[in-house]
């Protein structure tokens, strides 16, 4: 049977987009589309020569609304999942401090087909950090930036387009520290783009794993767009709790990445020192801000110290070392 989809879209302004998109993740909430009402009025003006009229009531009606976009599968877990996000709405609207908005909610249901295909449209390529660039694999053939790596990329339902703000961190720790021959894992690997960049830039092998079971198709596919084989491998569980899949990744590794969210970070940071090569470093993103502080009191009571913050759009990426 055809899965269906419910497309949510939240009402806001300009200003609070980023924080919106921030308590969404937050929220376990992945696959967001940010449209800002700057950026509508921008096209109209761009497309004014093209058209013989523009739709002036289309502006009218999104004058001064911004809007975050996200899906969830219409049935009780994902609107159990959107009573969840509705709920905390007037609570996030305390926090922020800031103008958000009227932060209405409105759905439109869809078929899984029409998901995979809409949010397209979004997703064009763009370029990371100082080599690396992302690119839809539909638009395999386009020109390629000089000096560029290209990341072939269809995440599908999985999270990791690069385009999110702990995604790009990530990509750019990558970028600045794998090394050759490097061995790679990759905790909570979605579209499998950390490890499959790493490669790409040079990493002998990686393995990645995933609570989500549609993550190692999706991973295995996007590694096949870039030329990887067997070297790399992406497991299915929760190695929090699953001593048989601790098993199976059992090795030292040069580099371990977890871009996840703070809560799953926390639990890790027992377990991510037992994977380090001598010299290992442990990269780790999905940070809200406000969540920073423990997460670092979790890394440097497991004996990790942090040798490198970088922050982008109110997420926290830490490189931290064995101390």
């Known amino acids: 049977m055809e899965q269906l989809w419910l497309e949510v879209s939240i009402d806001t ?58 899906y969830v599968t219409d049935d009780e877990d994902g609107r159990c999942r959107l009573e969840e996000v509705t709920a905390g709405l007037e609570a996030f609207r305390a926090r922020v401090g800031t103008e958000a908005g009227s932060l209405k909610v409105s759905t439109v249901s869809m078929q899984e087909e029409d998901w995979s295909e809409n949010w397209k449209k979004y997703y064009t390529p763009f370029p990371v950090g100082e ?30 387009t690069g385009s999110h703000g702990t995604t790009r ?10 090394e050759t021959d490097d061995n790679i894992l990759d905790l909570g690997t979605g579209s499998g783009i950390l490890a499959i960049a790493a490669l790409r830039l040079g990493a002998r092998s990686a393995k990645g794993c995933d609570i989500d079971p549609k993550a190692a198709r999706v991973a295995a596919e996007n590694a096949s767009f870039n030329g990887i084989g067997p070297e790399f491998q992406c497991f299915t569980g929760d ?31 027992d377990l991510v020192g037992d994977y380090l090569a001598e010299d290992g470093i442990f990269l780790t993103s999905g940070i809200i801000e406000h969540r920073a502080q423990d997460v670092k009191e979790a890394l440097e009571r497991n004996g990790f110290a942090i040798v490198e913050t970088r922050e982008r759009e109110g997420w926290v990426a830490y490189t931290c070392r064995r101390a």
């Open 13 to 70: 302004v300009s200003g609070c987009l980023d924080s919106l998109a921030a308590y969404l993740t937050g929220c376990g909430v992945v696959g967001l589309v940010l449209e800002d009402e700057a950026d509508l009025a921008a096209f109209a003006q761009e497309q004014k020569s093209a058209w013989d009229d523009v739709d002036e009531a289309l502006l009218a009606q999104r004058r001064g609304v911004s809007r975050v976009k996200f």
């Open 131 to 160: 080599r690396l660039y992302v690119v839809p694999e539909w638009m395999r053939g386009e020109a390629v930036p000089e000096g560029r790596t290209p990341l072939y990329l269809n995440p599908g339902l999985i999270f990791g």
């Open 239 to 269: 190695v929090i709790h699953d001593a048989a899949l601790r098993e199976q990744l059992k090795g030292k590794y040069d580099l371990v990445l977890a871009n996840i969210i703070a809560d799953v970070i926390i639990p890790l940071t």
């Open 169 to 178: 961190l990530c990509l750019e720790g990558v970028e600045k520290l794998v």
